[in-house]
């Protein structure tokens, strides 16, 4: 098991940035694919970034492709989430989560693909 804590969440005004953080502890970072999912009241948790164990790979969702990049920093043991022109439809509670996996390249984009995940942070984007 790892042990995720996100951070960086807050409130901003529409077309601004912010940067998301996801500590990681545990078990070694490197054997992990990172993911980064939101989700708001009343709907499923959706899909964002993913970048596999080697960092090579990212994918990202259709709504957040070319605004948003994903990264991770292995000496640090943590992944980061850039978000640039943030929309109001950006606003949701942003979780990070962790897939042990010995695939070095998987970017998994479905929710039952992670089994550790971190608390949330709130972003919330004023129009």
């Known amino acids: 098991q790892v042990t995720l804590v996100e951070s960086g969440g807050g409130l901003v005004q529409a077309g601004d940035s912010l940067r998301l953080s996801c500590a990681a502890s545990?078990?070694?970072?490197?054997?992990?694919?990172m993911g980064w999912f939101r989700q708001v009241p009343g709907k499923e948790r959706e899909f964002v970034a993913a970048?596999?164990?080697?960092?090579?790979?990212?994918r990202y969702a259709d709504s957040v492709k070319d605004r948003f990049t994903i990264s991770r920093d292995c000496t640090e043991d943590a992944v980061s989430l850039q978000m640039n022109g943030l929309k109001f439809e950006d606003t949701a509670v942003y979780y990070c989560?962790?897939?042990?996996?010995?695939?070095?390249?998987?970017?998994?984009?479905?929710?039952?693909?992670?089994?550790?995940w971190g608390q949330g942070t709130q972003v919330t984007v004023s129009s």
């Open positions: 989560a962790a897939k042990s996996t010995v695939m070095p390249i998987t970017t998994p984009s479905g929710t039952g693909d992670y089994n550790n």
């Open positions: 545990g078990r070694s970072f490197s054997n992990y694919a």
């Open positions: 970048i596999s164990r080697n960092g090579r790979n990212t």
